[in-house]
């Protein structure tokens, strides 16, 4: 499976920004796509996840209630909206993808993309 991100930016405290993530393989019936970033420093932590093909989401507590993962059906992507960012969530964001249950595990994850910068200035 691969991946490609885009979206991503500058953007200051408060803003929104869209993320989106196209798997190049969709016909799995247990195909996972997440999204994880890296901060300057820190080690790289999960963000949101969902089931291709299923209703089912996960999010870091981090993001509860800013950020949105969904299914974008017309573009086949599957897509991060972030609300009210904040300068914490200044990161490179990476789409990666599994095939199996829905785990928040960055080391279940078997497929990465390329990352995309978020930049957020207060």
């Known amino acids: 499976v691969q991946l490609q991100a885009s979206g991503g930016g500058l953007a200051q405290t408060g803003d929104s920004l869209r993320l989106s993530c196209a798997p190049s393989a969709r016909t799995y019936s247990t195909l996972i796509v997440g999204w994880f970033r890296q901060a300057p420093g820190k080690e790289r932590e999960f963000v949101a996840a969902m089931a291709w093909n299923g209703g089912s989401t996960s999010y870091a507590d981090s993001v509860k209630g800013r950020f949105a993962i969904s299914r974008d059906n017309t573009k086949n992507t599957v897509d991060l909206q972030m609300n009210g960012l904040e300068p914490e969530d200044t990161a490179v964001y990476y789409c990666?993808?599994?095939?199996?249950?829905?785990?928040?595990?960055?080391?279940?994850?078997?497929?990465w993309g390329q990352g995309t910068q978020v930049t957020v200035s207060s």
């Open positions: 990666a993808a599994r095939i199996g249950r829905l785990l928040q595990f960055q080391r279940y994850y078997s497929y």
